[in-house]
């Protein structure tokens, strides 16, 4: 069955706090997604089967030219069959839409491949700092 994007689509707290669980392979607490979504969120994109929750990317932003890809998941059991790509290239569309000039996503090494050669992005210098824990 083919995958359906849906831009802004209603999800439930527990089933994205679970697909994230998955997807990181931790137990995880129930995020309160949908409150942060709406209020912190240019976008979000869902990637559903049938109705089943298989991937997600949320685009946030600063209010004008710039927007950040977070929380990109695929569910493993649909990893390696281009949804996550999907997900990406949707946010870009969105992103552009909404006049936003910069996207910008961090990434771990090991995801470099998908981010650069099979979505696009170029690498740029940038820092992290962790607050807690």
Not at 12 to 40: N, Y
Not at 74 to 83: I, R, S
Request: glycine fraction near 10%; charged fraction near 25%.
């Amino acid at each position: 069955m083919p995958v359906r994007l849906v831009v802004r689509g209603a999800v439930a707290d527990d089933d994205l706090s679970a697909l994230h669980a998955r997807a990181f392979q931790r137990a995880g607490a129930r995020t309160p997604w949908r409150r942060r979504l709406e209020e912190h969120s240019l976008t979000w994109i869902l990637a559903l089967e049938d109705e089943r929750l298989v991937g997600f990317v949320n685009v946030a932003w600063d209010g004008g030219a710039h927007a950040f890809l977070l929380d990109t998941v695929v569910d493993p059991a649909d990893q390696g069959k281009g949804v996550g790509r999907a997900l990406v290239r949707a946010a870009v569309r969105e992103a552009a839409r909404a006049g936003c000039e910069w996207l910008h996503v961090d990434f771990e090494a090991e995801l470099a491949p998908f981010y650069l050669d099979g979505c696009g992005f170029r690498p740029t210098a940038a820092g992290v700092l962790r607050l807690r824990g």
